[in-house]
């Protein structure tokens, strides 16, 4: 099969929250290391785990997502598992990725985590309660990479790898904080559809990402002092909520003082919290979502340029094509012939 090739979601579950008919791009999850090997203990045998969801995301020169989730048979030992590869050989382009397993219960009936709400002794007399075992891939390119590499205040190997600088394969283990599984989890069970599905796991990528580097960097100097009014949960929820906005409004531009009364917070605030929580200024961000967006929509949705840009809201196409250029290295149209 072709990596262009599309497949429909295979052998779901009665509760699986994806649409029959929904089409997705075929990624192989064949990549090193064996993940999902690595989480049970030992190398995973033919028939030995039953796939229940399958799905991708690849559109050329964005960043690649695959996930799937396995049925975990009853006395199966695993654990969350994370690695961080990368691959340049000589003269050649290089790669990025993150692989991760989680593993958690669901119900066939309630979805993930339904019986369970009941209480223990509920959730263990369900017949429809199952375990499962979730394997995620995401490749990211250089241009996905950039906006990491800026925030870094020193070079190490790190950096080396974020910038493709290094020849050779790493393998480096990721540690599995809780703010990462939790974003994994919201990843396999959220329920966006269509192109608010491609807008919400970009972002999502990207905040993987940071929290990842992050996690590798533990110790390091951030870039960014911290900021004392980020220690109260209220004014982090604050912060978490405008990025939702932002999110929401990917085709329908929002001011930084639009944002900060949304939520509340002094713009000054706003814009200081969101740098330290997500890597990345507003506009930034705002800016690169609006951007991987508009790929999905040439590349999957088959719109023209202009659809594209008055979708995005932009007053001309030649201000979209501009922006489009310098964040992707490509022109519209570039892509639509591909």
Known sequence: MSKDAKLLKIGAIPSTPFPVGCVYLCIPMTAH???????????????ELELIQERGRSIPGSWRYGYRRHR???????EDTGMLVYDKPPGRTGTLGLRFCVTGHSCERHGEGGCEAEGSAAADACKDRYSFIDVFRLDFGSIQLLPFVKGRSRPDELQELLTFRKEGSVEIPIPMESRITDCLREVSSHAYRDQHEDIYLNAQAQILMLYVIEALSSGEESAVPACKFLANELDRDKIVRAREILIRHI???ITIRELSRKVAINECYLKKGFKVLYGSTIFDF????RMEHARYLLYEKGLSVSEVSLQLGYSSISHFS???????GLKPCELLGR
């Open 286 to 289: 705002y800016q690169g979502q």
């Open 33 to 47: 290391p064996d993940i999902l090997g690595i989480s049970i203990g030992h190398p995973v045998m033919a028939g």
């Open 72 to 78: 975990r048979p009853a006395g199966m030992q695993s």
């Open 251 to 253: 085709g329908e531009p």
């Open 322 to 328: 501009t922006a489009f250029k310098k964040h992707t």
